[in-house]
């Protein structure tokens, strides 16, 4: 699976607002019990790997010039949510994206 997140932001702002939030990827995905780690494999790609609900997810976050990118491998007895996996990683991910509370930017 793959969506696109479409952004106006130089890449290295992107690449400090995803540092700096990574640890909330939790926060969202409905359960509350995931574990997630990430870790970056280069410059530009941020690894992902989801533990939630009896299902393991691995993918990557790509930073392009003017879209992030969610890149997912999603299970077969995952393929029916994929519209909701989908909206719910564009909702998120442009929250990641936001600007911090209380900052001008």
Do not use: C, Y
């Not at 952004?7 to 995931?34: C, Q, Y």
């Not at 930073?63 to 989908?86: K, R, Y």
């Not at 991910?93 to 900052?103: I, T, V, W, Y």
């Amino acid at each position: 699976m793959r969506v696109a997140i479409p952004h106006e932001l130089p890449r290295e702002e992107v690449r400090k607002r995803l540092r700096e939030r990574s640890h909330e990827i939790a926060d969202h995905i409905p359960g509350g019990v995931a574990d997630v780690t990430t870790d970056w494999a280069s410059e530009d790609r941020m690894n992902i790997s989801v533990s939630a609900m009896g299902q393991d997810l691995r993918g990557a976050v790509d930073i392009e010039d003017g879209q992030l990118v969610f890149v997912i491998d999603l299970p077969m007895a995952l393929s029916f949510f994929e519209p909701i996996i989908s909206g719910a990683i564009k909702q998120q991910g442009q929250k990641m994206l936001a600007p911090p509370a209380g900052s001008d930017a």
